[in-house]
């Protein structure tokens, strides 16, 4: 029986391969391979795509959240709230700048607890960073009156969520800035590292401007001392593309998660509800599980590839010795740790290969 990858990056390319290599040709004979016109171009049909004022092309997701926190005034000393089941980069930005990340537990879909926030406030807080994950939006609307309240400003971290919308609001447009990966994994998707902001505050869209090139304000002038994380002219060329059939992968993904959820047993597979309001753009289809490493030695020796996002937490992780936390800390993350299993849910899986993921699933647990 064929096998049924979790992604298919091939399958994407030879569905694009006649658009995509005349972009790339192009950018190759124009000379021009870090910056410039086609990043540009990206940026203007992103600031279309997103309706903000601003977006910032970048060389990776980690380097969008390093710099939006930098642009707010986060730095040394500094305490920034997040959740603690993201991928490591999410807090690992927070610490590069100096600051101290404070977790906050998560609800049953995943996302930060907006309850529990305000007790995590102090006067050390200079951000609160919600993490869409899964493509499932936070609590913005309650996170937003939360921060406005306490002038703490708001950075997404909204790597997996591009498309994704919250009473028609776009995953990063709520807060001070969106911070957006584009690594070959995620719907957005590059053939190789990028990333980007989106912005409606032009201090903060300038002043990433300013760290992704050294500060320079021309080839001789720095204005500020930066970094290298510009975006590849050929990546950007991708990236405009594939912003344009965008809503075209989401509604695939939507109708996969949809077809998912219809076929799984409910009576041992759990799948976060949509709730009003909420349109998910399913970067990834997570359900959470009983016996969940035994499921996904049974679905692989059934040709079905899975993932784990994510089975170790970030305050449990040796990099994150230093802050001291501890197991039992954060219960429904470490709960969910071992629980959540990532289904395949790309754009190129048909519905017979839904099905047999759907039906394989239940078999495990309630047999042939």
Known sequence: MESIAYVDLSAQWADERAELLPLIDQVLAGGQYVGG?????????????????YVVGLNSGTDSLVFALAAVGVGPGDEVI?????????????????????FVDVKPDQNIDESLIEA??????KAIMPVH???????????????ENHGVPIIEDAAQSAGSCLVGRMAGTWGKAGCFSAHPLKNLNACGDAGFIVTNDEAIATQ?????????????????????????SVQA?????????LPKVIERRRANAALYREMLDDAYVYSPPDEDGQDNSWHTFVIQVDRRDE??????ARGIETAVHYPVPIHLQPA????????GDYPVTETQSERILTLPIHQYLNRASIERIATTVNEFFVGA
Request: net charge positive; hydrophobic share 45%; charged share 20%.
């Open 295 to 300: 499921l996904q030695s049974y679905l692989m």
């Open 208 to 232: 990433v401007q300013l760290m992704r090139n050294h500060g320079l304000t021309d080839r001789n002038n720095s204005k500020r001392f930066g970094f290298v994380s510009r975006m590849d």
């Open 320 to 327: 994150a010795r230093f802050l001291g936390h501890k197991l």
């Open 120 to 125: 995590a406030l102090s006067k050390k807080t």
């Open 237 to 245: 060329a991708i990236l405009k593309h594939r912003l344009g059939v």
């Open 82 to 102: 997040t959740p603690p089941n993201s991928f490591i980069a999410s807090t690992a930005a927070i610490v590069h700048i100096g600051a101290r990340p404070v």
């Open 133 to 147: 994950l899964t493509g499932r939006m936070a609590a913005l609307e309650q996170i937003s009156r939360i921060a």
């Open 37 to 53: 016109r086609q990043v540009q171009q990206f940026e203007e049909a992103a600031r279309e795509f997103f309706g903000c004022k």
